[in-house]
T-cell receptor, first 113, second 112 residues
């Protein structure tokens, strides 16, 4: 079973606040990903990392930023939350050497008022 | 043309029937193919992967890959109401540095 964790699971916050969504995995995976998904809609890749000190923007433009200082930790930060940021944020990781089988965390449901 | 395409559905099948889910991809050099299941309000979970042409069976699930036609499918035999979910096809593209692209998903309803 995949060991990938996200906190908080639910967050309701006011416009303009700075927030950080946490993602941690204990599998030693090099690759980590952040996806955004609205209810009933498709996954959109917003950030990914292939290892420590490596971060890339995904296909969907996002005002968030990420960091990868440790292998197991891949936090996502919004400097100033807006109602348009309301969505489900999913973190995933994969071993990445032979195949990109991705294991997903439980997600953070963010609501910006 | 999207890099990974799926019929959004919904696909409705009676309990006990075979559900057939289809996916096409654009990058002929793609090497790895995955099927994920996502229940409403939950995260995707990997159920099958396939790398070689042909069929791969795991319990009630069979993944089929045809690289010449750039087509991958998932068959669910003896469908159960608990199989009702959205099924996501994912393909690791060679172009763009081995990036995995998810399809938009097919919603499956299994009627009791």
């Amino acid at each position: 079973e995949a060991d990938i964790y996200q906190t908080p699971r639910y967050l309701v916050i006011g416009t303009g606040k700075k927030i950080t969504l946490e993602c941690s995995q204990t599998m030693g995976h090099d690759k980590m990903y952040w996806y955004q998904q609205d209810p009933g809609m498709e996954l959109h890749l917003i950030h990914y990392s292939y290892g420590v000190n490596s971060t890339e923007k995904g296909d969907l433009s996002s005002e968030s930023t990420v960091s990868r200082i440790r292998t197991e930790h891949f936090p996502l930060t919004l400097e100033s939350a807006r109602p348009s940021h309301t969505s489900q944020y999913l973190c995933a990781s994969s071993e990445g050497t032979r195949s990109d089988e991705q294991f997903f965390g439980p997600g953070t449901r963010l609501t910006v008022l | 043309q999207k890099e990974v395409e799926q019929n959004s559905g919904p696909l409705s099948v009676p309990e006990g029937a075979i559900a057939s889910l289809n996916c096409t991809y654009s990058d002929r050099g793609s090497q790895s193919f995955f099927w994920y299941r996502q229940y409403s309000g939950k995260s995707p979970e990997l159920i099958m992967f396939i790398y070689s042409n042909g069929d791969k069976e795991d319990g009630r699930f069979t993944a089929q890959l045809n690289k010449a036609s750039q087509y991958v499918s998932l068959l669910i035999r003896d469908s159960q109401p608990s199989d009702s979910a959205t099924y996501l096809c994912a393909v690791t593209l060679v172009k763009g540095g081995f990036k995995t692209i998810f399809g938009a998903g097919t919603r499956l309803f299994v009627k009791a």
